[in-house]
């Protein structure tokens, strides 16, 4: 006699017969499956679930076409409020953009304005400064040739009256002439005193004079540019909250005083919500254009991303907010990795070190996980990961910084631990123990990556092409060593085409070469 089967055994008989590969899995991993997880999988499938039970004619004829019509009408219903949603929401982002654009795009009409004008100012303040400059030039080499000119008569006349001397002498002139010329003589003599020492007395009184009025006159320009540009300034901050580096460069030229250094701005642990990020990054004009122009962003470090970074609707401006905030963190640690690597350099060229620096390179030797204290496998590993890279994987991992384990955990890159701190995933096999590594700040994340890529036995092919691109001099391209790390994730050849499509959609080469505002070129921003 057959044995009855329940409805389950029929649909994994169903199964067998047209061999649900997906099924198979499950039931070789020895996990059970409720009836209906079977009936999605089969419907997934395309595989039709014949019907063996008994039905009456009333629930077959009448109430089973009504319910499908009422269903139908139900789909309808559902698709017509989601187009409707739908284009609301295009409605919606399109003003956001068109607004956010117009705005930007007089936002930087005026401030080009403004900018010409303290050009011109400018321009005007160092005319101003030349030409009374060379006036009071003229005016002292003027006096100057006084002096000259009165040495230039008084030799004349001294050798004039030489020489009559020495004719009276010389020859018999009749006394009563000579009494005359002698007479003359003295009476020129003493005129010729007399006007000498009156002009040099005039001349020292002129100079002391004109001296300072030449010195009023000039001082005088630059004090009325300074005004004018005073009160420009005093305009622009009340129309802006705080100003740009341009304007604090072209208030400074003036004064020609130096600049001040800028220290690196922490922001702690205080919840920032969305809007007060973006707030913030207006302030301070934090733009991706700006840093892809000039090669330089500012040394801003958050310790962790806004709670609610997935409200925002627009997916343009939530991926813009997720690198404006990783970015400087990644440039900052490749910018130390970089200073290490200059000092290896420096101290392996050396025939004799020092105690400090023997000890420095036993740290790194350990910190990089190098055996048998080889300089040339750790200037293999001490080296930087390029940011398009970084940025790319930390957008993958984190889903744009809103994962739960983003969020939770500060953890950007979805590194695996068994033993340290961490969470555990929530569609995690009971076979595995595993859990995502956990960190205190962003930033610690973005160390932990870098060393783990710089280390790990699995992504050797990494270092190798790395290595590759420096002995030939050529610099190094994020999205061609992404080609190494099939490793890093399940999906390998997948995972590595994702990659090179997020770097490539959202023009991460573009960040390769920036660097920090308050790097070694001592090029200095804002200050916060």
Do not use: C
Request: proline share 3%; glycine share 4%; hydrophobic share 35%.
């Amino acid at each position: 006699m057959k044995k009855k089967l329940t409805y389950r055994d029929k649909l994994l008989e169903l199964a067998n017969i047209y061999s649900v590969k997906e099924i198979q899995d499950y039931i070789k991993s020895k996990k059970n499956l409720t009836s209906g997880q079977l009936e999605l999988i089969l419907r997934k499938n395309k595989i039709v679930i014949p019907k063996d039970f008994k039905t009456n004619f009333f629930k077959e004829n009448i109430s089973k076409p009504l319910s499908k019509v009422s269903k139908r009408i139900d789909d309808i219903k559902e698709d017509s409020s989601k187009a409707v949603n739908k284009v609301s929401r295009k409605i919606v982002y399109f003003k956001e953009d068109s607004s956010r654009s117009i705005s930007s795009f007089f936002y930087n009409f005026w401030r080009s304005i403004f900018n010409s004008g303290l050009g011109f100012i400018n321009l005007i303040t160092n005319s101003l400064q030349n030409l009374w400059k060379s006036i009071g030039n003229a005016g002292l080499g003027f006096l100057n040739i006084i002096p000259k000119l009165g040495q230039t008569y008084s030799n004349f006349f001294s050798n004039f009256f030489t020489n009559l001397f020495h004719g009276i002498y010389s020859q018999q002139i009749n006394k009563g002439k000579t009494g005359r010329v002698i007479v003359s003589f003295f009476v020129i003599a003493g005129i010729i005193t007399v006007v000498i020492s009156g002009v040099s007395t005039f001349y020292d009184f002129d100079k002391s004079t004109k001296d300072q009025v030449v010195k009023k006159q000039i001082q005088k320009p630059v004090d009325k540019a300074e005004k004018k540009v005073k009160k420009s300034i005093d305009k622009a901050e009340k129309k802006v909250k705080k100003p740009s580096n341009k304007i604090e460069k072209q208030v400074k030229k003036p004064k020609t005083k130096p600049k001040e250094k800028v220290a690196e701005v922490i922001l702690p642990d205080l919840n920032l919500k969305t809007e007060t990020v973006l707030n913030l990054f207006k302030d301070v004009d934090y733009s991706l254009n700006k840093v892809r122009f000039e090669k330089i962003v500012k040394p801003i470090y958050f310790t962790q991303f806004p709670k609610d970074l997935n409200a925002i609707q627009s997916s343009k401006l939530k991926k813009e907010t997720f690198i404006k905030i990783v970015l400087p963190l990644i440039v900052a640690e490749n910018e130390k990795i970089l200073y290490d690597r200059e000092k290896l350099k420096k101290i392996s060229s050396k025939k004799f070190t020092t105690d400090g620096e023997k000890q420095w390179l036993r740290q790194k030797f350990l910190e990089y996980k190098v055996k048998k204290g080889s300089v040339e496998e750790l200037t293999n590993r001490l080296d930087i990961i390029p940011n398009s890279l970084a940025l790319a994987q930390a957008a993958k991992e984190s889903g744009w910084g809103t994962s739960r384990f983003a969020l939770e955990g500060n953890a950007i890159f979805g590194q695996w631990t068994w033993d340290g701190s961490g969470i555990a995933p929530l569609n995690r096999d009971k076979s595995k123990n595993h859990k995502i590594l956990k960190f205190p700040i962003l930033r610690a994340s973005v160390k932990a990556y870098q060393n783990n890529l710089n280390t790990h036995k699995s992504y050797v092919k990494f270092r190798e092409k790395r290595k590759e691109l420096r002995k030939k001099n050529k610099k190094l391209n994020g999205l061609e060593l992404s080609k190494t790390l099939g490793n890093y994730a399940q999906t390998g050849n997948e995972y590595i085409k994702i990659l090179a499509q997020i770097i490539v959609q959202n023009r991460l080469m573009d960040f390769e070469p920036v660097r920090l505002a308050n790097s070694g070129s001592k090029k200095r921003e804002l200050n916060l």
